[in-house]
């Protein structure tokens, strides 16, 4: 396991920071703050599991829901070690700013368990799933409070929730409800293009972005942190553009190969072995190696908190574009700010997720099957339509692209806040 940064020093903090410095900048209405400083509700669930040997297991859940102002609570499902109440309420809060800069009407949510799914059989880890869904019924609903996939969960746990799901409600409104989660398998009502959305949203940012620097994606290297789904799909979509993959990281180890490593063989490997780790033609390195890697473009696509004031510096990158949520914390943003190493911040470059779960609950609504073409038309037009309005903010305040994109998100809500005013 590459020594990456695996502690939290706290990304709740993080997500403040960023927020009081937007929140400053615009002079963001002081009673709005207050009310979008703080989660709506934070809900913790403590459940039994039955494992295989028969012994029971307890297990922590969370679901934090940060703002329903604009719409129903959105945000995935973390399966990880790690998650705790404010990893979640740091997730959460991001998940409304990355509502309110796309113009999708959601808010935002976020929950986890607190597991290794790793340690765990397919049975032990359904069982685990549906007793979590089961916990947590009453707080979630398809017009309330929509689960998606996150890290180390995928279509397979979200056919499980829907399962689970309506397996608590009557007959009749089944049916009408499989919009409880999104990022579903298509069989069960999931949308064309879900899996490879985020990946797909990371890849038009940096089109637009080379588009407006004049930069030649032809012949551009990349690094990559992370090869899950998001990583993995970033990576295959910038193929077509003739920009060569140089290194990645995932959580078994770091490989290289200067001549450029083939997304698509990658992918492949990584589903039968688990990780990047033995990759043929390709040289291991370790962490420090691989974030020293000189290429044009880094993809962290793994955890939050790997761009800090310790990593920043080595970084031999032109830009990054955060497909991971809260990859740079705030010490680390002032460090490649300084060194001139353009940001396309995580609530804008990773929003492709949340964008097609959209796509998918509104096709669940209306009882419709969409062609991929034009999902990925509307995916491009919502993305760049906020990459165009991030920019403009850039603009108006002569900020950062982060600062510029809690703009954007604060702004519209603000506006929300003030026409509707707060009751009683
Ligand atoms: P995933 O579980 O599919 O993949 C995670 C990847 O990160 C794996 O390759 C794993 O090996 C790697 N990883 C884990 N720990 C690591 C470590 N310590 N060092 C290096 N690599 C490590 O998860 P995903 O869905 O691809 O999510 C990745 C990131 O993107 C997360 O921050 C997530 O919140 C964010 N994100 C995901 C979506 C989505 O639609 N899945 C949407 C928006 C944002």
């Keep these: 396991m590459p020594k990456t940064n695996t502690k939290n020093p706290n990304i709740y903090e993080n997500v403040k920071r960023q927020f009081d410095k937007a929140a ?27 494992m295989d040997d028969g012994n029971v297991e307890m297990f922590s859940g969370y679901r934090v829901q940060h703002n329903n102002v604009l719409g129903p609570y959105k945000g995935g499902l973390r399966y990880h070690p790690k998650v705790d109440l404010d990893e979640v309420r740091a997730l959460a809060t991001w998940m409304t700013w990355k509502s309110a800069i796309t113009n999708i009407p959601f808010g935002g949510a976020k929950g986890g368990v607190q597991i290794d799914p790793f340690k765990y059989s397919p049975s032990e880890l359904e069982r685990i799933t549906r007793r979590f869904t089961f916990a947590l019924r009453q707080y979630i609903g398809p017009e309330y409070d929509i689960p998606a996939p996150d890290v180390n969960t995928n279509s397979q746990i979200m056919a499980w929730m829907l399962d689970t799901y309506l397996s608590t409600i009557p007959p009749k409104e ?10 579903k398998p298509i069989e069960s009502g999931g949308s064309l293009g879900r899996d490879k959305a985020t990946g797909q949203g990371v890849v038009f940012c940096i089109e637009e972005w080379a588009e407006e620097n004049n930069f030649d994606l032809n012949g551009a290297t990349y690094i990559i942190q992370g090869f899950g789904n998001v990583g993995s799909w970033a990576a295959r979509l910038m193929k077509p553009h003739g920009a060569k993959l140089i290194a990645c990281e995932d959580v078994t180890g770091a490989i290289c190969n200067s001549e450029g490593i083939d997304p698509d063989e990658l992918t492949v490997f990584v589903k039968e072995h688990g ?16 974030l020293a890697t000189k290429a044009d473009i880094f993809i962290p696509a793994a955890l939050e908190n ?62 419709e099957y969409w062609e991929l073409e034009e999902i990925d038309t509307k995916l491009h037009w919502k993305i760049t339509g906020a990459y165009k309005r991030v920019h403009e903010k850039v603009e108006e305040y002569n900020t950062d692209w982060r600062t510029a994109s809690y703009i954007v998100a604060l702004s519209r809500l603000e506006k929300v806040y003030k026409e509707r005013g707060i009751f009683p």
Aim: aromatic share 6%; with cysteine; hydrophobic share 35%.
């Design 174 to 183: 089944r049916r009408c409800s499989i919009h409880i989660v999104t990022g």
């Design 275 to 290: 990780g990047v780790k033995g990759y043929h033609g390709c040289k291991e390195i370790d962490h420090e190696t691989f």
């Design 306 to 367: 790997q761009i800090t004031k310790e990593t920043a510096p080595i970084l031999n990158v032109k830009m990054v574009a955060e497909g991971a949520n809260g990859p740079t914390n705030v010490d680390g943003d002032e460090i490649l700010q300084k060194r001139g190493i353009h940001v396309i911040p995580d609530i804008l470059c990773n929003s492709g997720g949340v964008i097609v779960s959209y796509f998918e609950w509104l096709q669940n609504k209306r009882c």
């Design 24 to 50: 400053d900048l615009m002079g963001l209405d002081p009673n709005i703050r207050k009310i979008l400083a703080k989660p709506i509700n934070e809900i913790r669930v403590n459940f039994p599991v039955k």
